[in-house]
C-alpha cells in the first residue's frame, strides 16, 4: 500500500530554515514523479518543488534559490530544505506522487498520491 508521511513542520521567525522529510512507502522513486505543494487559508493548493523520473528538479518562482529539493540515497525519503523562511511561506506543506505524468504537470489535480501534511508558520 503506497503511503506518504510528512514531518519536520514547526513555527520559526522570518529568515529561519526547516526541513520537511516525506517518508515513502510503496512507492519506487525512479518510477514516479515527487513533489511538495503547500496551501494557506483562503488560497488554492500550488506546487512548490517537483522532482522527475530523470531526477530533475524545479521550483516556483517565489522559492528558487532559498529551497532544495531532494531524495535520500534509499530513495524512500523526500525532502524539501527551506531557507530564508518569509511568513509568505505560512502554509500546510504536502507531499506528492505523480504516477503517470514525466515530466509532472505542476497543477495538483494531475497529482495522484498525497500525505496529510505539516504545518509550516514563519512569523515576522
Known amino acids: 500500500q503506497e503511503l506518504l508521511v510528512e514531518s519536520g513542520g514547526n513555527s520559526v521567525q522570518s529568515g529561519g530554515s526547516l526541513r520537511l522529510s516525506c517518508a515513502t512507502s510503496?512507492?519506487?522513486?525512479?518510477?514516479?514523479?515527487m513533489g511538495w505543494f503547500r496551501q494557506s487559508p483562503g488560497k488554492e493548493r500550488e506546487a512548490v518543488a517537483v522532482i522527475d523520473r530523470d531526477d530533475k528538479a524545479s521550483y516556483t518562482d517565489s522559492v528558487k534559490g532559498r529551497f532544495t529539493i531532494s531524495q535520500d540515497d534509499a530513495k524512500t525519503t523526500l525532502y524539501l530544505q527551506m531557507n530564508s523562511l518569509k511568513p509568505e511561506d505560512t502554509a500546510i506543506y504536502y507531499c506528492a506522487v505523480d504516477s503517470y505524468r514525466n515530466p509532472p504537470r505542476l497543477d495538483p489535480v494531475f497529482w495522484n498520491y498525497w500525505g496529510k501534511g505539516t504545518q509550516v508558520t514563519v512569523s515576522s
Open positions: 510503496g512507492f519506487t522513486f525512479s518510477r514516479y514523479c
